[in-house]
């Protein structure tokens, strides 16, 4: 088992950054990558951004060039930081974790940008 715990969503204005951070603790050896997804009200969970073991990073392209995905390994944490925020950016935002073949997920932590 994989647990994985983020911090740092809020309510930010258009133009603000906000940086998100998850934990991940348990079994966490031979985990392939993390990423987070999000999900706004009414709409399916999306792929925002992943890193995988070795450092590659892939991004959605609606947020290429305003975030950035980084993995501390030391300290078993992944980071989302978000810049240029926008409206359209609003939703709850989660936490992945890729291992033998599973998905694990957190529990989520919202985040609100205001026009």
């Known amino acids: 088992q994989v647990q994985l715990v983020e911090s740092g969503g809020g309510l930010v204005q258009a133009g603000g950054s906000l940086r998100l951070s998850c934990a991940a603790s348990g079994s966490i050896s031979s985990i392939n990558s993390m990423g987070w997804y999000r999900q706004a009200p009414g709409k399916q969970r999306e792929f925002v951004a992943v890193i995988s073991s070795g450092g590659f990073t892939n991004y959605k392209d609606s947020v290429k060039g305003r975030f950035t995905i980084s993995r501390d390994n030391a300290e078993n944490r992944v980071f989302l930081q978000m810049n240029s925020l926008k409206p359209e950016d609003t939703a709850v935002y989660y936490c992945?974790?890729?291992?033998?073949?599973?998905?694990?997920w957190g529990q989520g932590t919202q985040v609100t940008v205001s026009s």
């Open positions: 992945n974790a890729y291992r033998s073949g599973y998905n694990y």
